[in-house]
């Protein structure tokens, strides 16, 4: 199969493109730098630029859609023209190349309205409630994509739930270097229990999704690692493999009381790419609940996730070069 | 009509009804509105369902009735009575014997055919009895839901009907206002829905519609000189003799129709089937589901008869022991003896002694009106008092009701007012309590109690008097197969259950004790436990209470107990693993005599609770020579195993086939037989009884001392005896090849997980392996199916709320588990167990805990 991967810079992206080339397909990547995917065929340009969408799903046969602003803030208008009309391009694009495949990746938090999730499915995508620009946009474009799916195109939506493996800087660098200034704290005894998805896992979930799209057309399906765990272990565990001091285990009560503000200027504060490292929206994703129902996802996607959280730790280490 | 939350508009229909009623005037047409569920009914129809609704509901009451009966095939008709729900108002006051005449007129205008089946609500209870006693031969049953049908003059009518009563409040409160109708739609438990709410009030927007529920509380036959007392007085005696099966579905949470009126219309129709849902109210039929168990009672009862075909066998009474040892030699030998605190027999009774006293107490009870089927509540601690009264109850045939202090405050009342004791014997400190929660029965008081203070509790007899009178009780004995005890549950699942045994199951226990023990006629024992003071004199064995506060178990103190087993060379002991905890850190206090007294003892039974095999470990070098058994049974069956603490070792090591995963409990006693009826994918132990190794399943036995019902728990009688000839426990285990049982938790705390069922007991002896864990349950949080596994650990020490477990703990446990399925690990100071026996883990509670920590909104103080 020839497909294009947008967004192969990033972790997931990279990682989505280097299994499919070594699951023998033809891998074209589109994203702004070099992607770094070895054995792929690499097209830089903006996802907001038709043009270089046109020739980006040129011959292709099917479309894996991973770019996007992901950032915890920044100007709504921006947000809207890369995740909302960039998504809403390149299906436009897609399906003018007849692409008969496309699988959109998205996130659980399109869904996320603030409560605890508990074993929940995945449930449908909605801007009005969602969370911050990040998950709005998201929304906006999972319901596009979704509602792109017809006859001719097959159209699913994959919702990784945190990602992280080694070389991750969204939230394993951040954690770390928190941790490592003393200052990570938990909420609530770090006792609410989150899915996360080790990198690799979720790569092999979207390119079950290439394949089985039969399966899963105009559905949206979470992915995690089927491992949820209290949000103060997986910390610990994150900063065990990274050499750094795990975070304090008990947090004065105030911080419990001041929960939603104090995380928030608790995880503010300068850092070195100049964005507030966490918002209020990824600091309820780390202090409640957020654990989900798998069994349709691997039913119908025919798929386990390879990687326990146990191996994912111990790549994490190896990365570092720490024995744990 | 409006279109209504739960009602198919198909159903609403109006019929023009010509009138027989002495009220209204020759030539009267009333218009009627009903409920009809035949639209909906696809195939042929077995019958029909006529439900008659109460003040101030309407037929809307009735709509999960109709929805299911069009499922199952019966017709259900429910009429809006005339001047309510969106029936006429005629304007005229109509009393009882018109509203029957009406529902006939009614049935007669829409052409309604038998068999027919009544149903009633409230003071529609009575309509539809009156009607039901009319129309016998179309009648095939009778089904009555919170309903009264007499008020016993001696007693004053409940207090928020004489409120509504009341000349100044009555019309303000029916029917220039809505309280009346807003009061009866609060008493929904839990809480109506909005629109629900408003589907009730939709028939009584204006007073003039209201009009019928201000004259409905005025036909309220308060005392004899009201004008419908006699037509009730009427109905109340003639429904004695409807021989139909009756089904009474009750919320026993309802301020007006209490388990009083329940009581009295059992008294009634003896023969009726009857559940209690614990927790319900006065709208019954919205608290709970009614239908399910109206149509599968329908199935049972409406289509074939129920057949006990089974051949009793012969048996003895439980007394029997008393009546043959007090006629022989032994007559004068020690049958049964109190230890006072100085180490020494208080007072004692031989077996002569015994069975006259046993005798002469009955008859002075039979003198006072305790009569065969009277229940009688004790609560007199165990010792010879309780003896004698226990058996001079079961020689009357009286029912006796033994709820302990185990069950708590709340617990404790619950059960005593749902069985509604006729006679209530206790020390001062229960009086005092039946005084407080309003028990009721006829109070007899036990032990001292001043003059004044009797007056004050309402005592009526005095123990002490009763047992001063001379004559001897020359009744017959009472039917094996009649009732003769009820007792409860332990609660640790849900509400306390109380277990009715016949005679006959009762001395089947006993025979199955002694078998089991190998306790022959003329040994001796300690009953440090108090279930088995009873069964000391039926066995034929001398027993002896110890000096201890036998409501608080671990009380017993090794001096004590050993003091009891030197006062009559016992070579038995009974005691709960609290006494024996206790008894083990007392030890060092035994004097010689006693040291020699515990030598000689050769049965050390420790029964009520689980037992850890660490404590008989740590108990058998002070019981040197004694075979240290712990049974496994529950209320509904005592005991259904045995193992003593060498075949437990054993079990440790057993490596054939379904060996391990659990609790080793041993092998059937004599006369029972256990069978595992196997889990499906979702839970449900949906399997044939199987004996074969290594499934796992609910744990059914069979046995001549199984129970015989539930008290008033229809529903729950039904499902635990849904494999007809066995009692489904409740339990999860399985058997392993040499027909030992292995229990692996309660059926409710089943873990569903993605991968698979998860039984806890397991996960939780490897748990509680560790060195640091003194405590650990395993529980799954979650949506059923998709469950996360969640181990709570309680360390020997350093822990507080319920927090997260440090790493190496944590790490230990999942290690000790042996697989990565644990999603978490918590710590917390203390594990909450029943109340009873401060032995079981309350998982549902810690599930609760753990779910509430692990939904990371702060947490829940244990």
């Known amino acids: 199969m020839k497909v294009l991967v947008t967004g192969a810079s990033g972790m997931l992206g990279g990682a989505v493109a280097s299994l499919l080339v070594q699951n023998g397909h033809t891998v074209r990547t589109l994203q702004r730098r070099s992607s770094g995917v070895l054995g792929a065929e690499d097209v830089t340009g903006q996802l907001t630029d038709r043009r270089t969408l046109e020739t980006a799903v040129a011959d292709m046969d099917a479309v894996v859609h991973l770019a996007a602003k992901v950032s915890f803030t920044g100007d709504p208008a921006e947000f809207h023209r890369v995740n909302v009309t960039g998504t809403a391009d390149l299906l436009r694009a897609a399906r003018t190349a007849g692409i008969g495949r496309f699988v959109h990746v998205s996130s659980p938090s399109v869904a996320h309205i603030g409560k605890p999730l508990v074993g929940a499915a995945a449930g449908p995508a909605d801007p009005r409630q969602a969370r911050g620009s990040y998950a709005r946009t998201k929304a906006e474009s999972e319901i596009l994509a979704l509602g792109a799916n017809d006859d001719r195109m097959s159209v699913t939506a994959i919702r990784p739930h945190i990602v992280w493996g080694p070389g991750d800087t969204q939230l394993v660098e951040r954690v770390l270097n928190r941790a490592r200034a003393g200052r990570l704290p938990l909420l609530a005894g770090g006792t609410a229990l989150v899915d996360t998805t080790y990198v690799d896992n979720a790569a092999s979930a979207i390119a079950a999704a290439l394949h089985r799209i039969d399966h899963v057309r105009g559905l949206a399906l979470v992915v995690t690692n089927g491992e949820p765990r209290p949000i103060g272990e997986l910390l610990a565990r994150m900063c065990a493999a990274g050499g750094v001091p795990g975070p304090r285990m008990s947090v004065p009560s105030w911080v419990g009381r001041l929960a939603g503000s104090a995380v928030e200027t608790f995880w503010r504060g300068s850092n070195a790419d100049g964005e507030p490292p966490m918002t209020r929206f990824l600091a309820e994703q780390l202090s409640t609940a957020h654990w989900f129902d798998q069994r349709q996802t691997r039913k119908l996607l025919d798929w386990t996730p390879e990687v326990s959280l146990d191996e994912g730790f111990a790549r994490l280490a190896d990365h570092y070069g720490v024995a744990i | ?862």
């Open chain 2, 1 to 862: 009509m409006v279109e209504l939350p739960g009602v198919d508009p198909a159903w609403s229909a109006y019929l023009n009804v010509p009138s027989t009623a002495g009220v209204d005037p020759q030539g009267t047409v009333n218009r009627w509105h009903y409920l009809d569920n035949l639209p909906s009914i696809a195939g042929e129809v077995r019958g029909t369902l006529l439900c008659v609704h109460g003040n101030p509901t309407w037929s809307y009451l009735w709509r999960s009735v109709l929805a299911a009966g069009a499922r199952h095939g019966w017709r259900v008709v429910a009429v809006d009575q005339l001047e309510m729900g969106f029936s006429d108002r005629t304007g005229r006051k109509r009393q009882l014997a018109d509203r029957i005449t009406d529902l006939d007129d009614f049935v007669a205008a829409a052409g309604v055919r038998g068999p027919l089946v009544t149903v009633g609500h409230d003071w529609g209870g009575v309509v539809s009895l009156g009607f039901a006693e009319r129309n016998r031969s179309d009648l095939l049953a009778v089904i009555l839901t919170n309903t009264a049908i007499h008020q016993d003059p001696g007693s004053p009518i409940p207090a928020p009907l004489r409120l509504a009563l009341n000349g100044a409040i009555h019309r303000l409160g029916t029917s220039t206002t809505t309280a009346f109708l807003d009061t009866t739609l609060a008493l929904a438990r839990p809480r109506l829905a909005g629109d629900v709410r408003a589907a009730y009030r939709a028939p009584y927007r204006t007073a003039d519609r209201r009009r019928g529920i201000e004259q409905f509380v005025a036909d309220i036959p308060v005392g004899p000189g009201h004008p419908s007392h006699a037509e009730l007085t009427r109905i109340a005696e003639s429904i004695r003799t409807l021989d139909v099966p009756v089904l009474m579905l009750w919320g026993p949470r309802d301020p007006i129709f209490s388990d009083t009126y329940l009581d009295d219309l059992i008294r009634r129709l003896p023969h009726a089937d009857v559940h209690r849902f614990e927790g319900a109210s006065h709208l019954v039929a919205e608290d709970r589901d009614i239908a399910a168990p109206i149509f599968d009672w329908l199935n049972v009862r409406a289509s074939s008869d129920d057949d006990e075909s089974e051949a009793p066998g012969a048996t003895t009474p439980l007394w029997h022991q008393i009546r043959e040892r007090s006629r022989g030699p032994a007559a004068q030998t020690l049958a049964i003896a109190d230890m006072g605190q100085d180490g020494s027999v208080a007072a004692s009774l031989s077996w002569q002694e015994l069975d006259s006293r046993v005798s002469r107490l009955a008859a002075a009870l039979n003198r006072i009106g305790v009569t065969a089927g009277s229940r009688v509540s004790l609560m007199v601690p165990p010792g010879i008092d309780l003896t004698v009264l226990i058996y001079a109850c079961l020689k009357l045939g009286a029912v006796i009701v033994v709820a302990d202090a185990g069950l708590g405050p709340k617990g404790l009342s619950r059960a005593v007012r749902g069985t509604v004791p006729n006679f209530l014997i206790g020390i001062e400190r229960a009086l005092a309590a039946a005084r407080l929660f309003g028990w009721p029965g006829v109070r007899i008081s036990a032990g001292a109690v001043s003059p004044l203070r009797g007056r004050l509790l309402d005592v009526r007899y005095r123990l002490e008097d009763l047992l001063s009178e001379g004559n001897a009780y020359d009744g017959a004995d009472p039917d094996a197969d009649s009732d003769a005890a009820i007792l409860f549950t332990s609660g640790s699942t849900g509400p306390a259950k109380g277990v009715v045994y016949t005679h006959r199951q009762l001395s089947a226990m006993r025979d199955t004790l002694a078998a089991t023990l190998q306790l022959a006629p003329g040994s001796a024992l300690v009953a440090g436990f108090a279930p088995f003071a009873l069964l000391g004199p039926a066995l034929g064995a001398a027993s002896v209470t110890p000096d201890m506060d036998v409501t608080a178990p671990r009380t017993l103190t090794a001096r004590a107990l050993s003091d009891a087993a030197a006062a009559i060379d016992a070579t038995t002991v009974f005691a709960s693993p609290a006494a024996l905890r206790n008894v083990l850190a007392t030890a060092a206090d035994v004097s010689d005599r006693g040291k020699a007294a515990l030598e000689r003892i050769e049965v050390l039974l420790s029964a009520g609770a689980p037992v850890p095999v660490t404590l008989l470990e740590h108990l058998q070098p002070l019981v040197p020579n004694a075979v240290l058994h712990t049974p496994y049974g529950m209320t509904e069956a005592l005991p259904v195993t045995d193992i003593d603490l060498g075949q437990i070792r054993e079990s440790a090591a057993s490596t054939c086939s379904g060996a391990g995963n659990g609790v080793c409990v041993g092998a059937p006693v004599p006369g029972a037989e256990i069978r595992i009826s196997a889990l499906d994918r979702d839970g449900v132990a949906s399997g044939e009884p199987t004996a074969e190794p290594g499934v796992t399943g609910e744990i059914l036995v069979r046995a001549p001392h199984v129970k015989d019902r539930y008290f008033r728990l229809w529903v729950t009688e039904r499902e635990s005896s849904r494999t007809a000839g066995w009692h489904r426990t409740g339990d999860v285990g399985h058997l392993d090849a040499q027909e030992r049982l292995w229990v692996e938790g309660r059926l409710a705390h089943l873990i569903t997980s993605a991968d698979g069922i998860l039984t806890p007991v397991g996960p939780e002896q490897a748990i509680e392996r560790l060195d640091d864990v003194r405590q650990a349950a395993v529980v799954g949080i979650g949506p059923a199916g998709t469950q996360a596994v969640v181990a709570v650990v309680e360390p020997a020490h350093g822990a507080g709320a319920i927090s997260l477990a440090p790493t190496t703990l944590a790490s230990a446990v999942r290690q000790a588990v042996g697989s990565e399925q644990l999603a978490a690990v918590l710590t917390v100071s203390a594990l909450p167990t029943d109340i009873r026996h401060n032995a079981k883990i309350d998982r549902s509670a810690v599930a609760e805990w753990a779910a509430a920590a692990l939904e990371g909104r702060g947490r829940k103080r244990p």
